[in-house]
């Protein structure tokens, strides 16, 4: 009789799998954002990942690569248009809106941590599910709020080990002062139409701006002599840039200036920023964000303004140095044991510790002493406890520290405290 052998199914293009040798790098890093955060008056949202379409649509602004091309879209039973979320601001402050957050804090700091989901070319660092730290203050129009976020996002990447990165600014002014600049480069344009990739060219009429945004090769060699948008900012949005720059440099935050950054969300004004390395290509942004003071007026809430950032938890991963660092969970204990009653013993043993406390590992296999510590070694074991036939009739275990060889005799009476309090202790 032939058996049919079935195709093993594999994970969706783009999407990846979190594997237990990865997961520890990640709760590193989830651990740190929390502490840090908390220390900033941050307090932690949880959001759904499927919202209505028209909150992106709005939010997002219609013109953008994330809505035309790269949301994930479809018509539920209920002929409603849902979308899982490409982005977690506008998921933010519909939160912060549906229940009127705003009510019980004038100044509302919340963050969130989790999966978005945008259908673009998987790359480095890049997949078509991925996942964000997002932080969002709400009611703070002072520059000074933007340089502290600022300082909290810059502290929180030190303290998880990424280095040479580098912090651009630049001032994307307000609704007063945009529209002559949108005129300038409307005629800096004019002419050059043909020259520009399909999409800038489409985007001419809604958003010309984001021609500044493209990566294609063609759109950059026609805005390198492209008028700047710092020289066409009203006098309140200069003033509030070069507040938030001075306030950087008495923090000691370095940065620069890039005056041709946009970025790829409608919503930003005043106060833009990301973050760059050199290791992850033409995407080299780690950290992307900035103000939005328009946002939570456009999507039907008071007029509040608000700044944020997103941090791209896959690019973190892929940049942080850890060769020094084990991300796995240590194990306090390792039972090696020999023979049926000295396993019996072990499985008991094992889980009366863990009950108080320990992290402890057994092997069920009954394989040989030497291969049980070769087991032992490889998960980093801090000390094994090492129980055969022999030493059960002994009434006596041998208590082993992994680190420096040092081994002692331990009595059975009383084992479980024995190992408790050796093990606290060091």
Known sequence: MWLIKMEVITAVKGFKDILPEETGKWRFVEDAAREIFSRFGFKEIRLPVLEKTDLFKRGIGESTDIVEKEMYTFLDRGDEYLTLRPEATSSVIRAYLEHALYNAEPVSRLFTI???????????????????????????????????????????????GLKNVSLELNSLGCSSCRPAFRKVILEFLSGKEDGLCDDCK????????????????????????????SDFIC??????????????????????????MVRGLDYYTKTTFEVTTEHLGSQNAVVGGGRYDRLVEELGGPDIP???????FERLITLLQAE?????????LFIASLGESAQRLAFLLCNQLRIKGLHVEQ?????????????????????TLILGDRELEEKKAEFRDMKTGAQQTLFLDNLEEQILKLIKER
Not at 306 to 312: L, N, S
Not at 324 to 332: E, G, I, K, M, V
């Open 235 to 260: 006098s309140d949005c200069h003033t509030h840039f070069e507040t938030v720059a001075s306030t950087l440099t008495e923090l000691d935050i370095p940065f620069k200036i890039n005056a041709r």
């Open 363 to 383: 092997d069920f296999s009954a394989r040989s002493l030497k291969s049980q510590m070769k087991r032992a070694n490889r998960l980093n074991c801090a000390y």
């Open 202 to 229: 489409r985007r001419l009429g809604s958003n010309p701006l984001r021609v500044f945004d493209c990566k294609a090769k063609e759109c950059q060699e026609i805005i390198a002599d492209a008028p700047r948008l």
């Open 324 to 332: 020094n660092t084990r991300f796995l969970p240590q194990p306090d």
């Open 306 to 312: 608000g700044i944020g950032f997103a941090v791209g």
């Open 114 to 160: 989790g999966p978005m989901f945008r259908r673009e070319r998987p790359q480095r660092g890049r997949f078509r599910q991925f996942h964000q730290i997002d932080v969002e203050l709400l009611g703070l129009d002072d520059p000074r709020a933007d340089a502290e976020v600022i300082l909290m996002l810059m502290h929180f990447l030190s303290t998880v």
